[in-house]
């Protein structure tokens, strides 16, 4: 069967911010996140949370951002996905501007609002070369007729809101606790209101936050493992900061809906398709758990308003949450989840198994799971969705032209068959980037990047995206 995409169909290549940004002018390096402490703590690199790369050496985009913008027009791609870092633009504490906080019967934030005032002020403490520089790309990518998506926070916090180190050490009485403490949803409402205005006319779509649940769990449930700040596992504290980014989530959707109107507004998720080991019930059933609380738990809360607080699987309590206009999904593999010897009593107690088809990352190539995440978003939640990520840590560029053209393929099905409304691709990455803990070892670029040179290199498999991109259909 032949599938042809409409003409308006998004294709595009996405990075962010803190992953490839640095490295070329010292105006490019930017000390001020959480994420910056923690590469270049001493203590975090030797009890090995992280590879000890810097990103400081990475990619150099901010200056050299018109290479990267060129090489994805040139694949046919008609949008790029980045995004703008909130420490940058703000590298001193905003708290003392003042706001109205609206609060629900429960005491979450339900709204935060400015007035004009407010917003001067802003203004005033804003770093002006970097709002020059960010609008400078954004019209770059206009100027070479792509769309702009714009992802508002891609996981770096502004090291006034928080201090990894110091919560790593002691989670329960650090001061700057991040995600843990509501009052950094308002400091991101203020910082939200400053961008959704300054760059309305250079942005087509705003993401307000990447992958919320990521944040939550690989930093405060499998942090150990992950090495992502502040490395900690704690289930309760998990579940708090997932809370709190959708939150978050939902007053910057108002937020943006009000200062840039007509604009689509949505969020990215990494959902993978969790398949049981074996077909054994006790997989089975703890399969369901993971899927429940890795997807539906945060998404149930978003869409729908309803805040499972024990993850019992029964909301307590319903809150008014605005929802969102579309569903970004970050697919990347198959987890394959089994059932631990105390299952029955500690739901937490399962397992992932290894990969079968494996990437560098060690992650399971798995394209079909993407057609039945499709679904099953579709299904049960009824939102336009963009493919906001689907990539591959793939070095030798073995295994990446047939991942792209198979997910695309399994893409097309959903679409064609089950009628899923998916309104864009893109894919992770246009570069080699700084892939977080595990630093410039892990390589997702359609173009390779030489550290020392800057240089970038086309890989072979930017032939099978470019063929897709520009033919504008796929046999499936
Ligand atoms: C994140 C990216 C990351 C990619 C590959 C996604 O979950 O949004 O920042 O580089 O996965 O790990």
Redesign the pocket.
């Known amino acids: 069967m032949k599938v042809e995409f409409q003409k308006k169909f998004i294709w595009g290549c ?1 990075i ?1 911010a803190f ?1 490839t940004e640095m490295g070329a002018s010292e105006e490019a390096k930017f000390e001020g996140t959480d994420w910056y402490q923690w590469t270049h703590s001493e203590e975090i690199k030797n009890e090995g949370l992280v590879s000890g790369d810097l990103p400081e050496e990475g990619d150099g985009f901010y200056d050299l951002y018109r290479t990267d913008i060129n090489n994805a027009r040139s694949l046919g791609c008609n949008a790029f996905r980045l995004s703008i870092e909130w420490g940058r633009l703000f590298p001193n504490s905003t708290e003392s501007i003042p706001c109205e906080v609206k609060k629900g019967n429960h005491g979450e934030i339900l709204d935060v609002t400015m007035d004009e005032d407010s917003i001067r002020m802003l203004g005033s403490m804003v770093n002006k070369e970097a709002v020059k520089r960010y609008k400078e790309i954004l019209t770059y990518i206009r100027s070479m007729g792509m769309k702009v998506f714009l992802t508002a926070y ?2 770096p916090l502004p090291s006034w809101l928080h201090d990894p180190v110091e919560c790593h050490k002691d989670i329960d009485s650090c001061r700057k606790r991040g995600w843990l403490d509501e009052k950094t949803i308002i400091e991101y409402a203020k910082y939200v209101y400053y961008i959704a205005r300054e760059f309305s006319d250079l942005v087509d779509v705003w993401e307000t936050i ?2 919320p649940e ?1 944040i939550a769990s690989q930093g405060y449930f499998l942090g150990p493992t992950s090495g992502f700040p502040p490395a900690v596992s704690n289930i309760l504290l998990a579940m708090m900061v997932e809370k709190n980014l959708s939150l978050a989530h939902s007053v910057a959707y108002r937020i943006m809906k009000k200062e840039d109107k007509g604009k689509e507004v949505g969020i ?1 998720f ?1 959902f993978q398709y969790f398949e049981p080991a074996t077909a054994g019930e006790r997989d089975k059933k703890a399969t369901e758990f993971v899927r429940y609380m890795s997807n539906e738990w945060i998404l149930n809360l978003i869409v729908k308003g309803l805040l499972d607080e024990d993850g019992d699987g029964v909301a307590e309590t319903h809150l008014d949450l605005p929802g969102t206009d579309y569903i970004g999904l ?1 697919y ?1 593999q198959r987890v394959r989840v089994s059932a631990g010897p105390e299952f029955e009593s500690n739901p937490f107690d399962f397992k992932f198994e290894d990969c079968l088809d494996c990437t560098d ?1 060690k992650w399971d190539i798995y394209p079909q799971g993407l057609e039945n995440v499709l679904s099953l978003l579709y299904e049960k939640y009824g939102k336009p969705i963009y493919i906001l ?1 689907n ?1 591959i ?1 793939d070095e030798r560029d073995e295994k990446r032209g047939r991942y792209i053209e198979e997910h695309i393929k399994f893409m097309a099905k959903a679409m064609a068959e089950n009628k899923i409304p998916v309104l864009g691709y893109f894919h ?2 246009i570069i080699d ?1 700084f ?2 803990a595990d630093g410039f070892s ?1 390589r ?1 670029g359609l173009f390779g990047v030489d550290y020392k040179t800057k240089e970038r290199v086309r890989r072979r498999s930017a032939d099978v995206f470019e063929r897709i991109c520009k033919r504008g259909f796929i046999d499936v």
């Open positions: 996405a962010s992953q891609h996981w990447n992958e990521v990215g990494a970050d990347y990352f990520e990539g840590a992770w990455s980037n892939e977080w892990m997702f």
